[in-house]
């Protein structure tokens, strides 16, 4: 069974970098992809970025697009989340879980998070001056 642990959140001023670490353990072929999602007090669980994780391939939400970068290290069984230039609206929590890819145009990304079963405990993103 997959088992996912996030580290790297902190609180940032708007215009700051972080780097999210996903450890992931018992991966699957049930399971193609690791994705990022994010959720803020009062909004909806969202994706932000997702790998697929035997090919590589990468996806993004629009909003972050040119901003975040999501890459591998297999020796690591790891995956980051790289974010620069971050923004207030980009503070919450941020999950990494194990899933299905979902829908892709693209390099855009549309997960069904309700396809999502497995995921870590989260790690908390603060952007504030």
Not at 47 to 68: N, P
Request: hydrophobic share 30%.
């Amino acid at each position: 069974q997959v088992q996912l642990v996030e580290s790297g959140g902190g609180l940032v001023q708007p215009g700051g970098s972080l780097r999210l670490a996903c450890v992931v353990s018992g991966f699957t072929s049930d399971y193609s992809t690791i994705g990022w999602f994010r959720q803020a007090p009062g909004k909806e669980r969202g994706g932000v970025a997702c790998i697929r994780h035997r090919e590589g391939d990468t996806f993004y939400a629009e909003s972050v697009k040119g901003r975040f970068t999501i890459s591998r290290d297999s020796a690591k069984n790891t995956v980051y989340l790289q974010m620069h230039n971050l923004k207030p609206e980009d503070t919450g929590v941020y999950y990494c879980a194990a899933g299905p890819l979902g829908t892709v145009y693209g390099s855009t990304w549309f997960p069904v998070i309700t396809q999502y079963k497995h995921w870590g405990q989260g790690t908390q993103v603060t952007v504030s001056s």
